[in-house]
């Protein structure tokens, strides 16, 4: 008997999982050193869609979660989500819009506060950030139409600092298919990635951009984890055995992943944390829905704004909000799942229309590593989870971009 339990100990420790809850009490210092010594990395934050129509970070952020004041202390880095909606494939606009998003996180955000955050595309940029109490200021691409399907626009991208690009975003483009349209019979699917797609991830493999499967349609994430040469990530996902949204990842997919080197990290979008709140909101989307995509077509900001933040208040006051306790069933999931190397935080703060109050900013997070340590997980744990995992992920590819360093850029063209 005792054997067995030694051996059941041993294999619990070898794929990383907590193995109880800790036996001492969880001391508001211990919490303390744990959150300040981590090197907080989140991989998606959509508050530039609000900065580049004139927000300052530094100011209150009375309706989203994301400012200044919030970050600092808590925040090591920040991957700033260069957000192209679908309606600029529209015109071939999409280039144009991307440019925008990258401007308002190079100047809205860190130049115009220089003293808070640096500029920063690699994983020693993050750490030399963190050691010098600053914010590491990162890219990522959000939709795969924004390289209007040129490599070299890819390439452009890079060069201007983007470090991830997720391969769709709610729509299909003409080179991968996404989640977001699967059902939708008017589209036109490819069944993954088509051969250009492909093409698309091993020139970010290339160029040492990390390859990232939010959004994707299932096969997509196949496709592209089988393609890829680098690990990839999931940039804000979730878990489906926990949440059924199709966004989320599943057990099979989280394992592949981890399998692969990569990482999946965690939304905190209510949507994705609780499948009570997602069978709840779905009926309440639809009767709103119509007022919502009226209240898009405002020309004034802050009337639009208004009408807005009134819509967002009625549905809260109907649904209640996903709780920290569904971050931490999401975060143990995919740690038994994929292993505790293979877990981080996407947090899609400013993004999605709810998050649980208890963690509605970075400022917030002690409670988050309260509960993590309740539940069990060792402080280097928790480290891994907030950052260093993805810190790994990001030296692997870099590390496989200097080995194909003496590779030839890739010039297959889209077909159309």
């Known amino acids: 008997m005792l054997t067995q339990c030694v051996s059941a100990v041993a294999a619990l420790a070898l794929v990383g999982l907590p193995l109880t809850a800790q036996s001492h009490k969880v001391t508001q210092a211990e919490v303390d050193r744990i959150t300040k010594e981590a090197i907080l990395i989140d991989t998606h934050n959509d508050v530039t869609s609000r900065t580049v129509e004139g927000y300052d970070i530094a100011a209150p952020n009375t309706r989203g979660q994301t400012d200044l004041a919030r970050m600092k202390g808590f925040l090591g880095a920040e991957f700033f989500a260069v957000f192209v909606s679908a309606e600029y494939v529209n015109g071939n606009h999409s280039a144009n819009r991307t440019l925008q998003m990258i401007d308002t996180v190079r100047t809205d955000i860190i130049a115009a506060h220089p003293k808070d955050f640096v500029f920063a595309t ?8 963190h050691n010098e109490h600053k914010i590491a200021a990162l890219m990522g691409i959000e939709g ?32 991968a298919d996404s989640q977001g349209d699967a059902e939708n019979p008017k589209v036109a699917h490819h069944n993954g990635l088509t051969p250009f797609g492909k093409d698309v991830v091993r020139e970010m493999n290339r160029l040492g951009m990390m390859v990232d499967i939010s959004h994707t349609a299932d096969k997509t994430f196949w496709d592209a984890l089988e393609t890829s040469s680098a690990p990839i990530i999931a940039s804000h996902s979730g878990c489906r055995a926990v949440t059924s949204y199709t966004r989320n990842m599943t057990d099979d997919m989280i394992k592949a992943l981890a399998a692969k080197g990569g990482v999946v990290q965690i939304n905190f979008g209510c949507e994705f944390l609780s499948q009570r709140y997602f069978n709840d909101s779905k009926p309440l ?3 709103l829905r119509e007022q919502y995509a009226e209240a ?3 020309e004034d900001p802050a009337a639009r704004s208004a009408a807005i933040e009134k819509l967002r208040a009625e549905f809260t006051s109907k649904v209640p909000p996903a709780t920290l306790a569904d971050v931490v069933a999401q975060i143990d999931h995919a740690v038994k799942v994929g292993g505790v190397d293979h877990v981080g935080l996407g947090t899609d703060f400013d993004g999605v229309a709810c998050v649980p109050p208890e963690l509605d900013s970075y400022s917030k ?49 889209m077909k159309k």
């Open 296 to 298: 898009i077509k405002i």
């Open 122 to 129: 690699t994983a020693d940029d993050i750490v030399r950030a």
């Open 365 to 413: 997070f002690p409670a988050l590593t309260r509960a993590l340590l309740e539940k069990g997980y060792s402080g280097d744990d928790i480290k891994k989870i907030y950052g260093g995992n993805l810190l790994r992920v990001m030296r692997a590819v870099e590390q496989k971009a200097r080995d194909l360093s003496t590779t030839p850029a890739i010039h297959s063209e």
């Open 285 to 287: 989307q639809a009767a």
């Open 144 to 175: 795969g139409h924004a390289i209007e399907d040129s490599l070299r626009l890819l390439r452009d991208y890079y060069a201007l600092g983007v470090r991830y690009m997720t391969l769709t975003h709610f729509n299909t483009n003409d080179w």
